[in-house]
Nanobody, 115 residues
Framework: QVQLAESGGHLVQAGGSLRLTCVAS????????MGWYRQAPGKQRELVAF???????SYEGYGKGRFTISTDNVKNTVYLQMDSLESEDTALYYC?????????WGRGTQVTVSS
């Protein structure tokens, strides 16, 4: 069964904002650190941001100050708020545990930032 499902990506102009949503199964959400990853064409998948088991957030340098990861502990949901988007943010975005569980990779949600 599907353990994680991400959504919310679409085309946006540079400087704009998006909020990505990841709905997780309860058993996954409650016991794991959760993260957002992205993969652009020709590049390896990389971690964007994660939130620890006690729900403290951390960010990669390129996202710090622009991206915010948060959770809704009632809905078992992880969000990624992205502001001041740049063309370099264009990628397929995924959620997963941190470290990731290989079998939990989903379809991702496409974020495309136009200049």
């Amino acid at each position: 069964q599907v353990q994680l499902a991400e959504s919310g990506g679409h085309l946006v102009q540079a400087g704009g904002s998006l909020r990505l949503t990841c709905v997780a199964s309860k058993n996954v959400f409650k016991i794991n650190a959760m993260g957002w990853y992205r993969q652009a064409p020709g590049k390896q998948r990389e971690l964007v941001a994660f939130i620890s088991r006690d729900r403290k957030p951390s960010y990669e340098g390129y996202g710090k100050g622009r991206f915010t990861i948060s959770t809704d502990n009632v809905k078992n949901t992880v969000y990624l708020q992205m502001d001041s988007l740049e063309s370099e943010d264009t990628a397929l975005y995924y959620c997963n545990t941190v470290p990731p569980l290989e079998n939990y990779w989903g379809r991702g949600t496409q974020v495309t930032v136009s200049s």
